[in-house]
């Protein structure tokens, strides 16, 4: 069999690509990590083109502790997912919630921190948060997560907004396009009801667990099947657990620990 030249530096090429790629992967030296960036305080894109939040720096600590080059990469959130499948990035630090029909399409780290949803709405506007009361009434949610799931099954009689970023949620609700909104409790607490925008707001009825999976929590995730950056990153997120860096960080954000421990 004859090959051309032009085939014969293809597969040159391609071999070459295959033994860089496969040379990177078990030291895991360089590694892109998608982030939000439109989130706060988690994570946001500054006018100065950089990137901050807890997200942020806990992606930035869990790199140091593995000695690897790390690169942000911004990704909506409806497009996470696809991205990690795609190779665009190699995990998603972004607040993922670890759900069991995540866990289909990806493995995720330990959980680095777990806070329940809660309802938020105009003060004094509903007692309760059952389906009865809420019948008819417009619920403004984060599609594609635990949350708009949870609402799907437990308030069929309601309007549902589904909305792309979690901040839309409170942005939604505060220009009077819903009646209620669920999201996360530290973020609508300290995004919004500390905000001029959220005086007149407050959370209605107990925090939720919408996963309904007490071991869920928020997590790292990675490609199926990356087991060795897997380990590593588990073992980085132990390390600074255990050495005050997670402290400090909870701390330059939050009054409360998020740990869930």
């Known amino acids: 069999?004859?090959?051309?030249?032009?085939?014969?530096?293809?597969?040159?090429?391609?071999?070459?690509?295959?033994?860089?790629?496969?040379?990177?992967?078990?030291?895991?030296?360089?590694?892109?990590?998608?982030?939000?960036?439109?989130?706060?305080?988690?994570s946001k894109l500054g006018t100065d083109g950089k990137y901050s939040g807890f997200d942020i720096d806990?992606?930035?600590?869990?790199?140091?502790?593995?000695?690897?080059?790390?690169?942000?990469?911004?990704?909506?959130?409806?497009?996470?997912?696809?991205?990690?499948?795609?190779?665009?990035?190699?995990?998603?630090v972004a607040s993922m919630t670890i759900s069991p029909e995540r866990q289909k399409v990806a493995d995720f780290s330990d959980s680095y921190y777990d806070i329940p949803s809660s309802f938020i709405a105009k003060a004094g506007k509903f007692k309760d948060i059952s389906p009865a009361t809420l019948k008819g009434k417009t619920i403004i949610v984060t599609r594609n997560t635990p949350r708009a799931r949870y609402i799907a099954a437990n308030y069929k009689?309601?309007?549902?907004?589904?909305?792309?970023?979690?901040?839309?949620?409170?942005?939604?609700?505060?220009?009077?396009?819903?009646?209620?909104?669920?999201?996360?409790?530290?973020?609508?607490?300290?995004?919004?009801?500390?905000?001029?925008?959220?005086?007149?707001?407050?959370?209605?009825?107990?925090?939720?667990n919408p996963s309904g999976d007490k071991n869920g929590?928020?997590?790292?995730?990675m490609r199926k099947g990356e087991e060795t950056l897997r380990v590593k990153v588990n073992a980085a997120l132990k390390a600074i657990t255990g050495n005050g860096v997670y402290k400090?960080?909870?701390?330059?954000?939050?009054?409360?620990?998020?740990?869930?421990?």
Not at 6 to 34: E, F, N
Not at 217 to 221: E, L, S
């Open 58 to 92: 806990i992606a930035n600590a869990v790199c140091a502790e593995m000695k690897a080059q790390c690169t942000l990469v911004a990704q909506e959130w409806d497009g996470m997912m696809p991205a990690l499948n795609a190779r665009k990035f190699d995990m998603i």
């Open 248 to 261: 400090s960080l909870n701390d330059k954000y939050f009054e409360v620990n998020i740990r869930g421990e």
């Open 217 to 221: 929590g928020t997590g790292i995730a």
């Open 157 to 208: 009689a309601s309007d549902v907004l589904l909305v792309a970023k979690e901040a839309d949620v409170t942005m939604e609700l505060a220009a009077g396009r819903g009646d209620i909104g669920l999201g996360s409790s530290l973020a609508s607490t300290t995004a919004f009801l500390q905000s001029p925008e959220g005086k007149s707001f407050s959370k209605i009825g107990p925090p939720i």
């Open 1 to 42: 069999m004859t090959i051309r030249p032009a085939v014969a530096l293809l597969l040159v090429a391609s071999l070459l690509g295959l033994t860089s790629a496969h040379a990177q992967a078990p030291g895991w030296a360089k590694i892109r990590v998608g982030v939000e960036a439109n989130y706060p305080p988690f």
